[in-house]
Nanobody, 123 residues
Framework: QVQLVESGGGLVQAGGSLRLSCAGSGRTFSRDAMGWFRQAPGKEREFVAA???????TNYGDSVKGRFTISRENANTVYLQLNSLKPEDTAVYYC?????????????????WGQGTQVTVSS
């Protein structure tokens, strides 16, 4: 059974930082792109960041560029470093993997999704 498990969410003050982790199991993700999306209450799911299969190419949503960094430790583990957090970053953050190797912002390109981890930023 393929699983993606996110961790690292929590409550942080504006201006603070968090690091989210995503651990995959059940298959090898070595040729997959990995991505992060988020969804706030009452809003549509939003692309946050993605990294290609080799870790050599990344892609960011406009609202997080310069503040968030995606990285890949190995085939099955990806991180999202969240810096300079704002209250509008409050959302459930989801990890996803896609059998296509490119760091795409298109949610439909991802085949597997985690359950999400809550990030809450207080003002």
């Amino acid at each position: 059974q393929v699983q993606l498990v996110e961790s690292g969410g929590g409550l942080v003050q504006a201006g603070g930082s968090l690091r989210l982790s995503c651990a995959g199991s059940g298959r090898t993700f070595s040729r997959d792109a990995m991505g992060w999306f988020r969804q706030a209450p009452g809003k549509e799911r939003e692309f946050v960041a993605a990294i290609n299969w080799s870790g050599g190419s990344t892609n960011y949503g406009d609202s997080v560029k310069g503040r968030f960094t995606i990285s890949r430790e190995n085939a099955n583990t990806v991180y999202l470093q969240l810096n300079s957090l704002k209250p509008e970053d409050t959302a459930v953050y989801y990890c996803a993997s896609g059998r296509r190797p490119f760091a795409t912002a298109v949610a439909g390109a991802y085949d597997y999704w985690g359950q999400g981890t809550q990030v809450t930023v207080s003002s």
